[in-house]
């Protein structure tokens, strides 16, 4: 009988391949939302697990803020080439151009809460009535309170407080017309069970997650990349550091650590004995206690 | 790090009120597993401040949303997890008042195990007893009960073994196999991830142990093979031409390459060709898999069907008695139509009876109230338009469940469990 036993891995990969099935079968037309951070490729993984030997049957959306890094487009591009899918890319720059939403002004301005202007529209240019993402219920503890299948009103809000439950593993998909899902399967999934998958099933992830060498700047207490997108003040200094990104998002918020970390079982040994959070260096979430969950309510990922 | 494979997960749920030591408790595994990250305790520690509290409150780690922290109460499950070297264990923290029972049944229902905390100092008391009897009625395999703040007793002996009998005089009425006790002080660590020095008359496991060492192997039905089909594969590439796979979450049983098979409700029969994955076939796959099944004979096949043995059946039932706890603000209606969720299949469904109704916290049958609402468990008999391929819910948690929704607001209006 003992013998009949899974690997938390191999049961955490097979509660979410069920719930991306059960997307499949319950919606007319879902899409993944596609980051080109490790979670949305571990999403990826295992919507082509699926689905095998048939093709993906989802489209990834890119949301694109025009900020990324060029590792995470050039793989974005390979990887959508690979499976055969179809990318469908939200331009924030158009959201901007086209009146829908206004650029944030200040020092530490971005492009990543103006992101949900643009998320919206795709959703419903599109007519997607679900987008699976790759979110944890570890990562932030506002996505601790997420279901599984996640109902998002006509305008694509939240509400945290008045939420279906969710039992045994009955998805309750039903919507009125115009309003949407947002799933996670990964729901379940720590950034050790990420990191973890990626080594046993030999995933490919952006060179960005392993330590390289990289010019830097020094602000809020992390190491954050120059690019074209930062304003650098008179007193900050340029230097050279080796690091790598425990999250990747916008290139003007994503902050890097000082590591040695080069390959993937030396990832796995650093995650094993962190003592921040992985999001301890994004920006977006530092603004306040509760931003993750303003933000969320508001139709953010 | 090898070690780190081939571990197990182990899904608990622990209730209880904003008193009883909860948050502690949970804050202490999280503290004492080093689960919690500085950044973590460093903004719980500035909301303790902020909230001009002498010590930090671990009950903010918990709780994730701005009313709860605000007004210091649990609203809905949250979810925790830690890993030791042994397991990874997911926690589903439910609150513990009488008006959240729908959110206990909701953690209750994927637990392989539940904590049942018990002050010291109050014994067995209402509470303790509805946890014991939704952790019973939901058939979570193992309960830990928990006598917590034994500090506040003078760690006495006594005190533990009266409530243990008391416990146990109680937990005869219910239906539960596996119940074990562990003398606990959540706020100093005695006995939870420690061997307490205090209490050396306890000869038993540490919670922690007990965590990490309880079989959980068979908490999985490996007898009744159970495949409610998905969804269908058709690649249609060259390649794969006349692939043909049925995709699925074993929901019990062991199935094997080769073994005759029978397709529900349709009454084909054929043998199954080949178990596929991802990393190629496979010779044998039991539950909880997801994998794709493909069979000798080109059968007609749907989601929603089910694919067993022939000599091992489940029920077909139009006529269903279930165990119903009501999760909506609105009551039940007679004749109301529901829309019923089972496994892959989905049917309409009425409430025919009501039967009785369940005291949660005396296990009493009312059969003259028969005014449900939300929060309150019921036995009734449904009918539905086609037949479910069922078994009792106490064989099999995944063919022997139910959700009712409503189909004007599309709300997940109770979950039942099949008689």
Same mark, same amino acid.
Request: proline share 3%.
């Given at each position: 009988?003992?013998?009949?036993?899974?690997?938390?891995?191999?049961?955490?990969?097979?509660?979410?391949?069920?719930?991306?099935?059960? $997307?499949?079968?319950?919606?007319?037309?879902?899409?993944?939302?596609?980051?080109?951070?490790?979670? %949305?490729?571990?999403?990826?993984?295992?919507?082509?697990?699926?689905?095998?030997?048939?093709?993906?049957?989802?489209?990834? $959306?890119?949301?694109?803020?025009?900020?990324?890094?060029?590792?995470?487009?050039?793989?974005?591009?390979?990887?959508?080439?690979?499976?055969?899918?179809?990318?469908?890319?939200?331009? $924030?720059?158009?959201?901007?151009?086209?009146?829908?939403?206004?650029?944030?002004?200040?020092?530490?301005?971005?492009?990543?809460?103006?992101?949900? $202007?643009?998320?919206?529209?795709?959703?419903?240019?599109?007519?997607?009535?679900?987008?699976?993402?790759?979110?944890?219920?570890?990562?932030?503890?506002?996505?601790?309170?997420?279901?599984?299948?996640?109902?998002?009103?006509?305008?694509?809000?939240?509400?945290?407080?008045?939420?279906?439950?969710?039992?045994?593993?009955?998805?309750?998909?039903?919507?009125?017309?115009?309003?949407?899902?947002?799933?996670?399967?990964?729901?379940?999934?720590?950034?050790?069970?990420?990191?973890?998958?990626?080594?046993?099933?030999?995933?490919?992830?952006? %060179?960005?997650?392993?330590?390289?060498?990289?010019?830097?700047?020094?602000?809020?207490?992390?190491?954050?990349?120059?690019?074209?997108?930062?304003?650098?003040?008179?007193?900050?200094?340029?230097?050279?550091?080796?690091?790598?990104?425990?999250?990747?998002?916008?290139?003007?918020?994503?902050?890097?650590?000082? %590591?040695?970390?080069?390959?993937?079982?030396?990832?796995?040994?650093?995650?094993?004995?962190?003592?921040?959070?992985?999001?301890?260096?994004?920006?977006?979430?530092?603004?306040?206690?509760? %931003?993750?969950?303003?933000?969320?309510?508001?139709?953010?990922? | 790090?090898?070690?780190?494979?081939?571990?197990?997960?182990?899904?608990?749920?622990?209730?209880?009120?904003?008193?009883?030591?909860?948050?502690?408790?949970?804050?202490?595994?999280?503290?004492?597993?080093?689960?919690?990250?500085?950044?973590?305790?460093?903004?719980?520690?500035?909301?303790?401040?902020?909230?001009?509290?002498?010590?930090?409150?671990?009950?903010?780690?918990?709780?994730?949303?701005?009313?709860?922290?605000?007004?210091?109460?649990?609203?809905?499950?949250?979810?925790?997890?830690?890993?030791?070297?042994?397991?990874?264990?997911?926690?589903?923290?439910?609150?513990?008042?009488?008006?959240?029972?729908?959110?206990?049944?909701?953690?209750?229902?994927?637990?392989?195990?539940?904590?049942?905390?018990?002050?010291?100092?109050?014994?067995?008391?209402?509470?303790?007893?509805?946890?014991?009897?939704?952790?019973?009625?939901?058939?979570?395999?193992?309960?830990?009960?928990?006598?917590?703040?034994?500090?506040?007793?003078?760690?006495?002996?006594?005190?533990?073994?009266?409530?243990?009998?008391?416990?146990?005089?109680?937990?005869?009425?219910?239906?539960?196999?596996?119940?074990?006790?562990?003398?606990?002080?959540?706020?100093?660590?005695?006995?939870?991830?420690?061997?307490?020095?205090?209490?050396?008359?306890?000869?038993?496991?540490?919670?922690?142990?007990?965590?990490?060492?309880?079989?959980?192997?068979?908490?999985?039905?490996?007898?009744?093979?159970?495949?409610?089909?998905?969804?269908?594969?058709?690649?249609?590439?060259?390649?794969?031409?006349?692939?043909?796979?049925?995709?699925?979450?074993?929901?019990?049983?062991?199935?094997?390459?080769?073994?005759?098979?029978?397709?529900?409700?349709?009454?084909?029969?054929?043998?199954?060709?080949?178990?596929?994955?991802?990393?190629?076939?496979?010779?044998?796959?039991?539950?909880?898999?997801?994998?794709?099944?493909?069979?000798?004979?080109?059968?007609?096949?749907?989601?929603?069907?089910?694919?067993?043995?022939?000599?091992?059946?489940?029920?077909?039932?139009?006529?269903?008695?279930?165990?119903?706890?009501?999760?909506?603000?609105?009551?039940?209606?007679?004749?109301?139509?529901?829309?019923?969720?089972?496994?892959?299949?989905?049917?309409?469904?009425?409430?025919?009876?009501?039967?009785?109704?369940?005291?949660?916290?005396?296990?009493?049958?009312?059969?003259?109230?028969?005014?449900?609402?939300?929060?309150?468990?019921?036995?009734?008999?449904?009918?539905?338009?086609?037949?479910?391929?069922?078994?009792?819910?106490?064989?099999?948690?995944?063919?022997?469940?139910?959700?009712?929704?409503?189909?004007?607001?599309?709300?997940?209006?109770?979950?039942?469990?099949?008689?």
């Amino acid at each position: 009988m003992s013998s009949y036993n899974l690997t938390h891995i191999k049961e955490l990969e097979a509660e979410s391949i069920y719930v991306i099935r059960e $997307v499949f079968a319950q919606f007319e037309n879902p899409a993944i939302l596609f980051s080109g951070g490790k979670d %949305s490729i571990v999403l990826t993984h295992l919507a082509r697990t699926a689905f095998h030997p048939a093709k993906i049957p989802f489209p990834l $959306v890119h949301i694109d803020t025009g900020h990324n890094f060029p590792e995470t487009m050039k793989f974005r591009d390979d990887l959508v080439e690979k499976l055969g899918a179809r990318l469908v890319v939200g331009s $924030v720059q158009k959201s901007i151009d086209d009146g829908m939403a206004a650029e944030e002004k200040g020092k530490s301005a971005n492009r990543n809460a103006i992101q949900t $202007v643009t998320l919206l529209d795709t959703i419903e240019e599109n007519n997607f009535d679900a987008c699976m993402g790759g979110a944890r219920r570890d990562e932030e503890k506002a996505r601790a309170k997420e279901r599984f299948f996640s109902h998002r009103d006509e305008f694509g809000q939240w509400d945290p407080k008045n939420q279906r439950p969710e039992l045994w593993n009955l998805f309750n998909a039903k919507h009125h017309h115009g309003e949407h899902f947002r799933v996670f399967p990964i729901s379940n999934w720590t950034e050790m069970d990420i990191w973890q998958y990626i080594l046993l099933e030999n995933i490919d992830i952006p %060179s960005l997650y392993f330590a390289h060498e990289r010019q830097v700047i020094r602000r809020s207490n992390t190491w954050l990349p120059v690019s074209d997108h930062i304003q650098i003040q008179d007193k900050e200094k340029i230097v050279t550091k080796k690091i790598r990104f425990r999250t990747l998002g916008d290139i003007t918020i994503t902050g890097g650590d000082e %590591s040695n970390a080069d390959t993937l079982t030396k990832i796995v040994e650093e995650v094993a004995s962190a003592r921040q959070t992985e999001r301890g260096n994004r920006e977006d979430d530092k603004r306040s206690e509760t %931003s993750m969950e303003d933000r969320k309510k508001e139709g953010y990922f | 790090m090898s070690g780190y494979l081939d571990m197990e997960l182990l899904r608990f749920t622990t209730a209880g009120s904003v008193d009883d030591g909860k948050s502690t408790l949970i804050g202490r595994l999280l503290y004492d597993s080093k689960s919690i990250f500085e950044d973590q305790l460093e903004q719980v520690k500035k909301s303790s401040e902020r909230k001009g509290l002498a010590d930090t409150d671990l009950a903010l780690l918990t709780d994730g949303l701005k009313d709860e922290r605000e007004q210091g109460i649990t609203i809905d499950v949250a979810y925790r997890y830690f890993a030791t070297p042994k397991r990874k264990f997911i926690i589903a923290d439910t609150p513990g008042h009488i008006q959240y029972t729908r959110n206990m049944v909701t953690g209750a229902s994927t637990a392989n195990l539940a904590l049942i905390l018990v002050d010291a100092r109050h014994g067995v008391v209402e509470q303790t007893r509805r946890h014991s009897i939704i952790a019973s009625l939901l058939q979570i395999p193992h309960l830990v009960v928990c006598v917590n703040k034994m500090d506040l007793v003078d760690h006495s002996q006594e005190a533990y073994d009266r409530i243990v009998a008391d416990f146990e005089d109680f937990a005869s009425k219910l239906d539960v196999k596996d119940v074990r006790f562990v003398p606990i002080s959540a706020l100093n660590g005695d006995n939870v991830v420690n061997r307490s020095e205090k209490m050396d008359w306890y000869e038993g496991s540490t919670l922690m142990y007990t965590l990490e060492h309880i079989h959980i192997s068979s908490d999985h039905n490996h007898i009744d093979c159970r495949f409610p089909v998905q969804t269908v594969i058709r690649p249609k590439t060259d390649e794969f031409h006349d692939f043909r796979g049925y995709a699925g979450r074993i929901a019990g049983g062991v199935f094997k390459a080769g073994d005759d098979v029978l397709v529900l409700p349709s009454g084909f029969t054929s043998k199954i060709k080949s178990i596929e994955t991802l990393d190629g076939a496979i010779e044998e796959a039991f539950a909880p898999m997801s994998v794709t099944l493909t069979l000798e004979d080109d059968v007609d096949i749907s989601r929603g069907d089910m694919i067993v043995r022939s000599n091992n059946q489940p029920k077909q039932l139009q006529d269903v008695d279930v165990m119903l706890c009501w999760l909506n603000a609105d009551g039940p209606k007679p004749r109301m139509k529901y829309t019923l969720k089972h496994t892959t299949n989905e049917a309409k469904a009425m409430i025919k009876e009501i039967r009785y109704k369940l005291d949660v916290n005396t296990l009493h049958r009312n059969e003259d109230d028969k005014n449900v609402t939300m929060n309150e468990i019921c036995r009734v008999q449904l009918r539905t338009t086609r037949p479910l391929m069922a078994d009792s819910y106490r064989k099999n948690r995944n063919t022997g469940s139910v959700i009712l929704i409503d189909e004007g607001t599309n709300e997940t209006v109770a979950a039942g469990m099949i008689i």
